[in-house]
């Protein structure tokens, strides 16, 4: 099974300021990651998909890069409302794997 | 705009089989995936498995011996059974909607609320 490692497991920052949070597989999983976010007691929602493609609705602060085994996910302008949980999500092979998260505060 | 909504007993005794039912509406059962997926604590968000609209069924290999899903396509709705439950199955249970784009991209979509599943005697 693909195993996903994210980086860093929290972090704080400011609004305003620009954030990066990366995601490792354990093989190559090509762009086939997806990026979500969970505000408190609510369930995910997608942000990212196939590493660099924006859901619709999304802000255009938040961007997706990467292939292979690294991903990164950057927020560029952090807005309270951003404040949460991230994961990332390999959709390569089954079984589907989440990491472990990263909390962000703001 | 689709929405899901799971339903089902919020408390299983141990040994028993936890069974969870996901109704759709606003959107079409065809083409997508219909998908579990669990958070607890402990692990974090796992993905359980998925139904396809022919009935077919993709489970995570460390719970298959004990899950079975299957889809009503005529109620638009489909359920989750999670046999010999233990105090470890305790978690939100989600329903989505997995999709495949034109590029061959598999992502969830829509989610439903969650249903917390507390197993205890």
């Known amino acids: 099974d693909i195993q996903m490692t994210q980086s860093p497991s929290s972090l704080s920052a400011s609004v305003g300021d620009r954030v990066t949070i990366t995601c490792r597989a354990s093989q190559s999983i090509s762009n086939y990651l997806n990026w979500y976010h969970q505000k408190l007691g609510k369930a995910p929602e997608l942000l990212i998909y196939g590493a660099s493609n924006l859901q619709s609705a999304v802000p255009s602060r938040f961007s997706g890069s990467g292939s292979g085994i690294d991903f990164t996910l950057t927020i560029s302008s952090l807005q309270p409302e951003d404040s949460g949980i991230y994961y990332c999500q390999q959709s390569s092979t089954t079984p589907f794997a989440f990491g472990q998260g990263t909390r962000l505060e703001i | 705009q689709v929405h899901l909504q799971e339903s089902g007993p919020g408390l299983v005794k141990p040994s028993e089989t936890l069974s969870l039912t996901c109704s759709v509406s606003?959107?079409?059962?065809?083409?997508?995936?219909w998908t579990w997926i669990r958070q607890s604590a402990g692990k974090g968000l796992e993905w359980i498995g998925r139904i396809f609209e022919s009935g077919g069924t993709n489970y995570n290999p460390s719970l298959k011996s004990r899950v079975t899903m299957s889809l009503d396509t005529s109620k638009i709705e489909f359920s989750l059974n999670l046999s010999s439950v233990t105090a470890a199955d305790t978690a939100v249970y989600y329903c989505?909607?997995?999709?495949?784009?034109?590029?061959?991209?598999?992502?969830?979509?829509?989610w439903g609320q969650g249903a917390l599943v507390t197993v205890s005697s």
């Open positions: 606003g959107g079409s059962i065809s083409t997508y995936k």
């Open positions: 989505a909607r997995g999709h495949y784009d034109s590029r061959g991209n598999y992502y969830f979509d829509s």
